[in-house]
Structure formats: C-alpha cells, structure tokens
C-alpha cells in the first residue's frame, strides 16, 4: 500500500501540489511581503516596514467596515443555517414534490455574485422606487438589502448539506426513541440536533467565512454608497488597493490583517462545534 | 475518520481565508475581447475598402510600412490599455488593419468606465505589460512618471501642434494628448425653438440664453410645462451611479474650481477655498430639480439611462461632451438639432465664458516594454496619425479632434465639436480642464458621495463643502507625502 502511494505519488499528487503552490501559496507569501511595501505595481516594490499597518489600523473606514462585516456575519449565520435547516427537516418529511422543492430551492446558488446583485439592485430599486428611493439611501437598507441576497443564494445550498447529513442519521435511534415515547420536540433536539452535528460545523464555517469574504454582490448591489458606509471589508481592502495611488501597500495590510482575524474566527468556530459532535 | 475531517476542515478555512489575500483581480477588461470577436464580420469588408484605398495611393505613409514589417520581424508587438470605451470597438478595428498591413500584433484592451487606474495597475504587473497606456493629467503622471518613455524625438511630438499638448517632467515629454474635447450642457435645438415659439416662454432666443438667470428660467419654464412640449423634464437624470456619477464630481466640479484659480492667478493649488461652492450648488439645485426623475432615486440612474432619455428627446438638456456623440446619433434627435451651451454657474461676466475644452487622454509609452516593443508602439502612433486609414479612423469614426498638424485635411462631422468651433470663433473664452488638477481620484468619490447623500436628502450642503474644501487638503498633504 505505501510502496503504491510512493510510486504514484507524482502523478496523483504533483500537478495539484504544483498549482497549489503557484496559485495559492506563492502569491500568500508575496502578499504579506508586499504589506511591508510600498508600490505601484506588484512586481516593483521597495520595503517600507510597518507604516502600512499603521495606515491601516487609523483608517476610521476600515473600522467602520469592519463592524459593518461582523454584524453582517452574525445575522447572516444565524438567519441562513436556521432557515436552511427548517427547510431540510421539511423536505426529507414525505411531502409531494420534495425534490422540485429542493432543485428550485438550490438554484440560487448557480448564479453567479455580480450578475445576482445587479439583479437584486433592479429588483429592490423598483420596490423602493415607490417610496421615491434607492438601495443606496441609507447604510440600513444597503444592510438589508446583502442580507436578502446572501440568503437567497445560500440558503439552497446549505439546505443540501444539511438534508445529505438528515438522510445520514441511523433509522435505529429514532425508532429507538418512538419506542420510549419521546415526542416530535424531544426528537428534534435530543436525537436529530446531536447527530447533526458535522453539518452544523461545516454550514457554519461555510457562512461565516462566506460572509467576511463577500465581495461581488456588495460590489454590484451598494458599490459602498451612500460615503462607504455599505462598505464590507473585502470591498474596504479593494478599494484601498485599487482606488488609491500610494496605498497598494496600506490595502495589502488590511488583508493580511483580514486573513488573520477570519482565520482565528474560523479555528474558534470549528473548535466549538466540533466538541459538541457525538461519534456514531 | 474524524481525523481526516479536521484536516479537511483546516485546509478548508486556510484556502478559504487565504482566497480573500489576493482574490481581488480585475477582470473588466474581457469585454473588448468579445467586441472585437463580433466585429470581425464588419472587419472584413473595411479591409476591402482599405486595401483599394491602399491601391490608389496611400504612397504617404508607406515609409512607416516598411518600418512596422522590420518591427514585425524583429518581434516587436503593441499592447494598448485603451481608456475610452466608446472608442472600443473601433480601436480594435484599427489595430486588426494594422495587422492585416504590417504583420505587427496589436493588442488593444479597454477599461470598463471607472476603473481604469485599477485595470492599468495589474494590467502593468504582468510580464507582457501595455505597451502603450494613458494618464489622465498631470497628477495621473504622477503616479505612471517611472513607466514613460521619453517621447520628445517621436513623430508624435514633432507633430504635435503646441507644447500646451504635451506633459513633460523637466526636459522630458513624458505624455502627449491625442484628443482635445469639449463638454457643456447638450440641448436638443427642436424642443429649444418649440419653447421659445410657446406664448408662455420668457426667453425667446438662443442668443439670450448666456447666463445662469437665463438657463434657470428656461429649465424651470419648461419643467413646469413639460407635457405641452412632450418632454419627462428640462434637465437629463443627475444620476450617480459610477457610470454617470463623473460628470458631477468632476466635470461639473470644475467649473468653481476655475474661477478660482482664474482669480487667483494660479494653475494649481495645494489648497482650494471654495469661494465658488455656492454658484456650484445653484447649478446641481437646478439639475435636480428640473429633472426627469425625483432626486431620491439619482442613486441609481446610470450614464445609460441619461444619454437615452436625451437621445429618446425625453429632455432637452443633457450635461456631457463631444465623446457623447456616438452614444446619441442614429435616434430620436437628429444631427442638425444637436447643439451645445456653456455650463453657466451664475459668475459675472459669464456671458463670455465658452465650452469647457481641453485634454484627459494622454498616451504614455512604456519605458519597462523591451526595446523592440517601444518601437513598434512608436511606429504603430505614427502610422496612426500619418496615415489615410488612422486619420480617418480617429477623425471621422471615432469624431476625435486632435492636437497633431497631419490631421488639417481631417476634420470630424461631429456637431458637437461644430458647437464648440462655433463659440470659439465668436470669441468666446473656453473653461480650460483644471479637474486633472484634483488632487487624487480618492477626493472625486469624496464629492460624488456628499453631492448623492446631498441629493437624495441624508446629508446636507455642508458635508459637500467639507469633501470639497478639507477633503482637497487632507487629498493632496496625502499625495505628496513623500
């Protein structure tokens, strides 16, 4: 067995490795060497230590963003993995048409970020036109407006994850459990919420993560308006990048420091739920 | 199992957080390409028409020819990041005949509108970078200075009408314009002469309208009687979408921002104090109010929506320039009754003031492109200005006027240029472009985003003269920091 992995190890596992390194790992370290650059062009940097960092860390807006993304977050995780569990647990019951329901519910998801905010922008501008307003009035309805959007397109999709781990779960214990008389309450949270408990943990980081990184639909919806008070994190670092001469490096150092509070977020996370997983 | 699990979710987290280090490529510039696919059909029938054009006698730029099939075989290409994309399509059509003629490869891109600076800066990253780029004035050169070739021994500046044209850093010509426009408020003459033939009209010719007091009396005339002249409003949408947001912010933002250096006597200032902010609310009151659309919703109009509802003769206004041109022909309002104003803000002595004209469109060759590439770029703007298809390609197709002397014989049918010859020969003083003077792209959104939350009600004037006054100071302390 090893003797085989050894002997196919180049085949296998090399072109993946390779565009691994090359799309992944080499522009990571080039990234968090340019946030102690100055430049105009990637390849064309001169170091300048950690007067970026400062930059970035004084910057009122990417507070601001910041904030603005993690209320974002925790509404949209709890909003996407409730709604799109209700809906699991609703089509794996015997009801007519199950499987229409969850296709349309997935389709959403097939439709790509920039192309669902321009049609959600026409969409919730001809609703607000009535009121003689846009999206971009006020921060709040910018706000509302990702959240419906997030969920719309996620929530099909967490839906499959979360149906594929109800199917997982052994028909013995909830005939075990009918047996000693437990009710449809004591059911849900005793036996089905245990068991599910892998799914839960990828859903979450699913939408935790989803949700820091957004970045299209916050482009094609709001683009920032009204003042980058809509602003989302990776729409801050973006913009600082590419909208301002001389701070390419102040934007590298925001994502880096982006990278380094999503990942701390998401180890937290996956610790939490995990404890709570029960081996089967 | 659960071991595998965990490795996969950590994997998981580090390719996902990691994604967002640098996810962010620009890829706007994929849409020429599909242009240039759909317009090979028409490709090849201008090719006939040119190589007949060739037969006859096209003997003029045949140096430049031979010169380009050295380039050719010296492997030299061209690559242009083209800034306007209303010239897309035909800049592509004119690289493909340069190909078609000299073997040369020429590779034209455009940036989406907005976002060229940023398609310029990954663009440049690349190991086959532009070859030839723009800068939009003298603080865009600020930025690209290292990158440009100096141009001061090319045809190009040989034939370049003034030094007024060109940008240079001490003794070097770093860019040189290739456009000169023209903008100011686009009337629709049919529905003009309908409202001053109507008995409820005040003013009652197009002489009397050169001055703010005028404009706001027709504007307000007509917004109060516009189903008589059929008409949704006097003025086009003031949307601030980013498509359309840079006539306010920029465009517009000009006009104060000359009169005071017009007063001061300068060209350029570290600080701005705004001493014309009130006449530039009075005008983006006027905008607003007469307009075919509720303030509230400017949010979300886009330059599309603007340039149709001229273009339609839903408005008889529409602030723009000479390049709106080709998004108005072949519709509703017919060349004959394309004319142009001057934006009068309400300053005394306006009755003077001509179009605002001048230059954002500088080309830049880039110094870092190897030796055989600077040179085909060159010999590529050469031939583009000597010969019989490049001058007719930027003069009558694209309705460019430019500042080179080869162009005398080629003169664009452009009415709004027309508009513009006109006022200038009636003596009239043209608005020079001091908004290549702003101090950095960062203090345009500042102003865009006061006058939309201005408009729309969420903020109030004054969070425009602070974006304006201290928003050019922070702007331009931060730009020259060094």
Same mark, same amino acid.
């Given at each position: 067995?090893?003797?085989?992995?050894?002997?196919?190890?180049?085949?296998?596992?090399?072109?993946?490795?390779?565009?691994?390194?090359?799309?992944?790992?080499?522009?990571?370290?080039?990234?968090?060497?340019?946030?102690?650059?100055?430049?105009?062009?990637?390849?064309?940097?001169?170091?300048?230590?950690?007067?970026?960092?400062?930059?970035?860390?004084?910057?009122?807006?990417?507070?601001?963003?910041?904030?603005?993304?993690?209320?974002?977050?925790?509404?949209?995780?709890?909003?996407?993995?409730?709604?799109?569990?209700?809906?699991?647990?609703?089509?794996?019951?015997?009801?007519?048409?199950?499987?229409?329901?969850?296709?349309?519910?997935?389709?959403?998801?097939?439709?790509?970020?920039?192309?669902?905010?321009?049609?959600?922008?026409?969409? *919730?501008?001809?609703?607000?036109?009535?009121?003689?307003?846009?999206?971009?009035?006020?921060?709040?309805?910018?706000?509302?407006?990702?959240?419906?959007?997030?969920?719309?397109?996620?929530?099909?999709?967490?839906?499959?994850?979360?149906?594929?781990?109800?199917?997982?779960?052994?028909?013995?214990?909830?005939?075990?459990?009918?047996?000693?008389?437990?009710?449809?309450?004591?059911? +849900?949270?005793?036996?089905?919420?245990?068991?599910?408990?892998?799914?839960?943990?990828?859903?979450?980081?699913?939408?935790?993560?989803?949700?820091?990184?957004?970045?299209?639909?916050?482009?094609?919806?709001?683009?920032?308006?009204?003042?980058?008070?809509?602003?989302?994190?990776?729409?801050?670092?973006?913009?600082?990048?590419?909208?301002?001469?001389?701070?390419?490096?102040?934007?590298?150092?925001?994502?880096?420091?982006?990278?380094?509070?999503?990942?701390?977020?998401?180890?937290?996370?996956?610790?939490?739920?995990?404890?709570?997983?029960?081996?089967? | 199992?659960?071991?595998?699990?965990?490795?996969?979710?950590?994997?998981?987290?580090?390719?996902?957080?990691?994604?967002?280090?640098?996810?962010?490529?620009?890829?706007?510039?994929?849409?020429?390409?599909?242009?240039?696919?759909?317009?090979?059909?028409?490709?090849?029938?201008?090719?006939?028409?040119?190589?007949?054009?060739?037969?006859?006698?096209?003997?003029?730029?045949?140096?430049?020819?031979?010169?380009?099939?050295?380039?050719?075989?010296?492997?030299?290409?061209?690559?242009?990041?083209?800034? @306007?994309?209303?010239?897309?399509?035909?800049?592509?059509?004119?690289?493909?005949?340069?190909?078609? *003629?000299?073997?040369?490869?020429?590779?034209?891109?455009?940036?989406?509108?907005?976002?060229?600076?940023?398609?310029?800066?990954?663009?440049?990253? @690349?190991?086959?970078?532009?070859?030839?780029?723009?800068?939009?004035?003298?603080?865009? *050169?600020?930025?690209?200075?290292?990158?440009?070739?100096?141009?001061?021994?090319?045809?190009?500046?040989?034939?370049?009408?003034?030094?007024?044209?060109?940008?240079?850093?001490?003794?070097?010509?770093?860019?040189?314009?290739?456009?000169?426009?023209?903008?100011?408020?686009?009337?629709?003459?049919?529905? +003009?002469?309908?409202?001053?033939?109507?008995?409820?009209?005040?003013?009652?010719?197009?002489?009397?309208?050169?001055?703010?007091?005028?404009?706001?009396?027709?504007?307000?005339?007509?917004?109060?009687?516009?189903?008589?002249? =059929?008409?949704?409003?006097?003025?086009?949408?003031?949307?601030?979408?980013?498509?359309?947001?840079?006539?306010?912010?920029?465009?517009?933002?000009?006009?104060?921002?000359?009169?005071?250096?017009?007063?001061?006597?300068?060209?350029?200032?570290?600080?701005?104090? =705004?001493?014309?902010?009130?006449?530039?609310?009075?005008?983006?009151?006027?905008?607003?109010?007469?307009?075919?659309?509720?303030?509230?919703?400017?949010?979300? @109009?886009?330059?599309?929506?603007?340039?149709?509802?001229?273009?339609?003769?839903?408005?008889?206004?529409?602030?723009?320039?000479?390049?709106?041109?080709?998004?108005?022909?072949?519709?509703?309002?017919?060349?004959?009754?394309?004319?142009?104003?001057?934006?009068?803000?309400?300053?005394?002595?306006?009755?003077?003031?001509?179009?605002?004209?001048?230059?954002?469109?500088?080309?830049?060759?880039?110094? @870092?492109?190897?030796?055989?590439?600077?040179?085909?770029?060159?010999?590529?703007?050469?031939?583009?200005?000597?010969?019989?298809? =490049?001058?007719?390609?930027?003069?009558?197709?694209?309705?460019?006027?430019?500042?080179?002397?080869?162009?005398?014989?080629?003169?664009?049918?452009?009415?709004?240029?027309?508009?513009?010859?006109?006022?200038?020969?009636?003596?009239?003083?043209?608005?020079?472009?001091?908004?290549?003077?702003?101090?950095?792209?960062?203090?345009?959104?500042?102003?865009?985003?006061?006058?939309?939350?201005?408009?729309?009600?969420?903020?109030?004037?004054?969070?425009?003269?602070?974006?304006?006054?201290?928003?050019?100071?922070?702007?331009?302390?931060?730009?020259?920091?060094?």
């Amino acid at each position: 067995m090893s003797k085989n992995i050894k002997k196919y190890f180049p085949i296998f596992m090399l072109p993946t490795l390779l565009a691994f390194v090359i799309g992944f790992l080499v522009p990571f370290i080039m990234g968090i060497w340019l946030s102690f650059c100055k430049f105009t062009t990637v390849t064309d940097a001169k170091f300048v230590g950690l007067s970026n960092y400062r930059q970035a860390i004084a910057d009122p807006e990417f507070m601001h963003a910041f904030w603005y993304t993690t209320a974002f977050v925790i509404v949209t995780v709890i909003v996407i993995n409730v709604a799109a569990f209700a809906i699991a647990y609703m089509l794996t019951k015997k009801i007519n048409g199950s499987n229409i329901f969850r296709s349309v519910f997935f389709m959403p998801n097939l439709i790509g970020g920039i192309i669902l905010g321009w049609v959600w922008q026409l969409l *919730l501008n001809s609703i607000l036109a009535i009121w003689g307003k846009t999206i971009v009035y006020s921060p709040t309805y910018g706000f509302i407006g990702m959240v419906l959007l997030l969920c719309w397109q996620q929530i099909g999709y967490m839906m499959v994850i979360y149906i594929a781990g109800l199917q997982n779960i052994p028909g013995d214990y909830i005939e075990a459990a009918k047996v000693d008389g437990a009710n449809s309450r004591q059911m +849900l949270w005793r036996i089905i919420l245990p068991s599910m408990m892998p799914s839960i943990t990828i859903c979450s980081f699913l939408t935790i993560t989803n949700g820091f990184k957004m970045f299209d639909q916050n482009l094609a919806l709001t683009n920032g308006a009204p003042s980058k008070m809509s602003e989302l994190l990776a729409l801050n670092i973006f913009n600082t990048f590419y909208g301002r001469n001389g701070f390419e490096g102040v934007g590298q150092a925001k994502a880096v420091i982006f990278f380094i509070a999503v990942a701390v977020i998401a180890v937290i996370q996956n610790r939490l739920t995990t404890r709570k997983e029960v081996q089967a | 199992m659960r071991k595998w699990r965990k490795i996969a979710a950590l994997s998981l987290s580090a390719a996902l957080a990691a994604g967002t280090l640098y996810g962010c490529g620009s890829s706007d510039t994929a849409e020429t390409e599909a242009a240039a696919e759909t317009e090979a059909a028409a490709e090849t029938e201008a090719e006939a028409q040119e190589a007949e054009a060739d037969a006859e006698g096209g003997e003029a730029s045949s140096d430049i020819l031979e010169l380009a099939k050295a380039d050719a075989e010296a492997g030299g290409k061209v690559y242009y990041l083209n800034f @306007k994309p209303e010239q897309a399509d035909q800049w592509v059509e004119l690289a493909e005949t340069y190909t078609d *003629l000299t073997g040369v490869q020429v590779d034209v891109q455009t940036a989406a509108s907005n976002t060229y600076e940023s398609t310029l800066k990954s663009e440049m990253a @690349k190991s086959e970078a532009p070859t030839l780029f723009q800068v939009n004035g003298p603080v865009g *050169l600020a930025t690209w200075k290292d990158y440009c070739r100096d141009l001061s021994d090319t045809e190009l500046y040989k034939n370049l009408k003034s030094d007024d044209y060109a940008l240079k850093d001490g003794d070097e010509v770093k860019s040189i314009a290739y456009v000169i426009e023209t903008y100011g408020i686009i009337y629709n003459k049919a529905l +003009l002469n309908d409202y001053f033939a109507a008995d409820w009209s005040t003013v009652k010719s197009i002489d009397e309208l050169n001055n703010f007091e005028a404009l706001k009396t027709v504007a307000d005339e007509i917004q109060a009687h516009k189903d008589d002249l =059929g008409v949704l409003g006097a003025f086009t949408s003031a949307g601030m979408d980013s498509s359309s947001d840079w006539r306010y912010k920029t465009h517009l933002a000009n006009l104060p921002i000359y009169y005071e250096y017009k007063d001061e006597g300068i060209d350029q200032s570290p600080a701005i104090k =705004g001493t014309y902010l009130p006449n530039y609310k009075q005008i983006f009151d006027l905008y607003l109010a007469d307009a075919t659309c509720e303030p509230t919703e400017i949010g979300a @109009k886009t330059g599309t929506d603007a340039s149709s509802e001229f273009a339609l003769g839903e408005a008889v206004f529409y602030q723009n320039g000479t390049w709106a041109y080709n998004d108005i022909k072949d519709n509703e309002v017919v060349d004959e009754d394309l004319g142009m104003l001057p934006i009068y803000i309400g300053v005394e002595g306006e009755e003077n003031q001509g179009l605002c004209t001048g230059s954002e469109n500088y080309w830049c060759v880039n110094n @870092k492109a190897s030796e055989a590439d600077q040179t085909a770029t060159l010999n590529f703007l050469t031939w583009v200005i000597t010969s019989d298809e =490049g001058r007719d390609m930027l003069a009558n197709q694209m309705g460019f006027v430019t500042p080179f002397t080869t162009f005398d014989e080629y003169l664009p049918a452009n009415p709004l240029v027309l508009a513009d010859e006109a006022y200038q020969e009636a003596g009239k003083t043209p608005v020079s472009w001091n908004f290549t003077t702003m101090p950095s792209e960062e203090w345009k959104n500042g102003v865009g985003s006061a006058l939309l939350e201005y408009a729309q009600g969420t903020g109030d004037w004054s969070g425009v003269e602070t974006a304006f006054v201290d928003g050019w100071k922070t702007e331009y302390d931060l730009a020259h920091a060094e």
